[in-house]
């Protein structure tokens, strides 16, 4: 019977590079305790690297700048997954992902119906904030940003050229997901998502 290790590390060379794994996938090869050990030895050997406490990568390698390992949002993805929690990008990070703002946030905050937690990737924290089912029903995918956006900017704030970026996107979201979502937000949002609804969509 092959060790835990050597099972582990032929399950994780059967994954593309760049793949995130957690202890959690390889239960089944043994004990939590040997599950970490082997972990950290496929670490010392390089199959792995580790990108925060308890989340590591089989390492994807670039000719130009070696290494590449996931950015955070791939990891906060990943832990969202794995979890199977809900999350919704918040503030800056959501101005971000608009491209509202090209400030890219050293802090990721997620509102997620999971446990609140904080994760630290390389420079960057992840952090999961515990929130109201009602944040978390949107449909839309640019839709559920804008209201989290627009909460960050502050009501009575938006500038026209944030506002036109805004319903240019809207434009482009499925119509039933955008109706869905207006419903949802604070009466001051809905005034500016409603807009996207004119020029004959409605």
């Known amino acids: 019977m092959q060790s835990s290790e050597r099972q582990i590390e032929k399950s994780i060379k059967s994954r593309p590079k760049g793949t995130l794994v957690f202890p959690d996938d390889f239960t089944h090869y043994g004990s939590s305790e040997a599950v970490r050990k082997a972990l950290d030895r496929l670490e010392d050997k390089k199959s792995l690297i580790r990108v925060a406490q308890g989340i590591y990568v089989r390492p994807k390698e670039s000719k130009l700048i070696g290494v590449v390992l996931p950015s955070a949002e791939e990891v906060a993805e990943a832990i969202a997954k794995r979890d199977k929690i809900r999350t919704v990008p918040s503030g800056a990070y959501a101005l971000n992902a608009l491209g509202l703002s090209t400030q890219v946030p050293m802090k990721i905050v997620l509102l997620t119906d999971g446990s ?87």
Request: glycine share 6%; charged share 35%; proline share 3%.
């Open 116 to 202: 609140p937690r904080e994760i630290k990737v390389g420079k960057r924290t992840i952090k999961f904030k515990k929130t109201t089912p009602k944040n978390l029903l949107a449909k839309g995918k640019i839709s559920r940003l804008v209201i989290q956006a627009l909460k960050e900017i502050g009501n009575g704030k938006i500038s026209e050229l944030e506002e036109q970026k805004i319903l240019k996107l809207l434009k482009t979201e499925k119509l039933a997901d955008l109706k869905h979502d207006i419903a949802l937000a604070p009466v001051w949002i809905q005034l500016i998502m409603k807009k996207a609804l004119k020029d004959g969509k409605e």
